[in-house]
């Protein structure tokens, strides 16, 4: 299918999930929730699972996703192989430039970034959205910088044009604030698979974001 990140969706609510079962509930199970409690997009974020046992679950949540922006962190080559809309990257991982001539001008790139320097970098070298964080501690990725300040999100809200996805320890509880700075959204993770019901939380985020934005 060709790719077309004018027609995807990236303001809103990003859910990230892992390739293996959470709480009983598959990686194909939670991304069709996300799905159906109205997630913008749904990104595949699995470090550590061999190619050959990931790639069968990305094709199924490819699938599930078909409707919806699906972006894989880190792995050109799976996003390239399962067509999905596009790959979010880390500060040392391939570059934009090099992610694009594999994955197609149309692609979605999206990049980590810890800095208004970072950001703006990201954007002139053709990002198409900004992870911005962490903003509160987070168990799900070994931290070994402080939390990112209100004043910081801000800062980079005000920094570039394209949207920033604010991430790291977002709860339904606690993302009352960030929703009030100008941001194009925030990404899920624990907070959305580890809960008793993942739809409901979702879906009270998506209408705070839907009224604060």
């Not at 409690?37 to 949540?61: F, G, H």
């Amino acid at each position: 299918m060709p790719l077309d990140h004018y027609k995807k969706q990236l303001h809103g609510i990003h859910v990230l999930l892992s390739a293996s079962p959470v709480n009983g509930l598959s990686s194909e199970e939670l991304a069709r929730i996300a799905v159906e409690a109205s997630a913008s997009v749904v990104q595949l974020r699995e470090k550590a699972m061999p190619m050959d046992e990931l790639l069968p679950i990305a094709k199924k949540i490819r699938k599930i996703c078909e409707d919806n922006t699906f972006i894989v962190n880190d792995r050109v080559d799976l996003a390239k192989i399962i067509e999905a809309d596009g790959v979010h990257l880390g500060q040392d991982d391939l570059p934009i430039k090099n992610a694009r001539e594999i994955l197609g001008e149309n692609a979605i790139i999206g990049i980590s970034t810890g800095s208004v320097h970072e950001a703006i970098i990201a954007e002139q070298k053709g990002a198409n959205y900004i992870g911005f964080g962490h903003m509160y501690p987070t168990a799900s990725k070994i931290k070994l910088t402080p939390p990112k300040s209100l004043q910081e999100l801000e800062s980079i809200c005000s920094a570039v044009s394209i949207p920033v996805i604010a991430i790291g320890g977002i709860t339904v509880d606690n993302s009352v604030d960030i929703l009030k700075c100008s941001i194009g959204g925030v990404a899920l993770l624990s907070a959305f698979s580890n809960a008793h019901d993942p739809a409901s939380v979702l879906r009270r985020l998506v209408q705070s974001f839907t009224l604060l934005q």
